[in-house]
């Protein structure tokens, strides 16, 4: 079982991504601050860090600095705001280090920490399918049948996690989870709003409500 650091002051988001790892069969460990962030990454006892930028104590960029010029090799994958992405790159040395925009999609964090922790040799799927229907995740284009589809970019999230996961019935707080990341309002009925237009766009019959439980893509 892989071990991960999760250096974040935000309690929620560090909530949200402890969650997630942990559904997801790792080990997970929280700290709050830049110093202890440094002495957790340093002890040997994780495989690899997620590093928020803005810590207090010392902020991510002098965390990762130190760690580098100790010799720990520890691969890191940032937060950051989407504003200071420059700088954070700017930041990245060797290949063991990676970045995460803030907000993020949880799928999309775990896909570049299990790239960080295979050393960056997994290849990745870039095309997913169900039936006559794909999305190519480096083009962003979506395929129904002959036609190419254009979608948004949360429909094609949403129409991403469909793909992952097809047949399954996906309850309204995965799919908000998963595709609004942290920054939603439970409540909120975004999710039918966006079903609604995927199916109008790649057609009504493919995605069934089930009701009292969610939405689930015809798998054929
Ligand atoms: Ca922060």
Known sequence: MS??????DEARIAAFVEKGLRANGFATAVVADGRAARDAAT???FDLMILDIGLPGM???EVLRALRADRVTIPV???TAR???QDTVAALEGGADDYMPKPFRFEELLAR???RLSGGRQTETTVLACGDLSLDLRTRRAQAGSRTVDLSAREFALAE???RHPGQVLAREQLLSHVWGYDFDPGSNVVDVY???LRRKLGAARIETVRGMGYRLVAD
């Open 59 to 61: 902020d991510g960029f």
């Open 195 to 197: 079903v609604r237009y």
């Open 113 to 115: 920490v299990r790239l």
């Open 77 to 79: 994958v940032i937060l």
């Open 161 to 163: 996690t469909f793909l």
């Open 3 to 8: 071990r991960v650091l999760i250096a974040e």
């Open 43 to 45: 002890s040997g006892d």
């Open 83 to 85: 504003d200071s992405v």
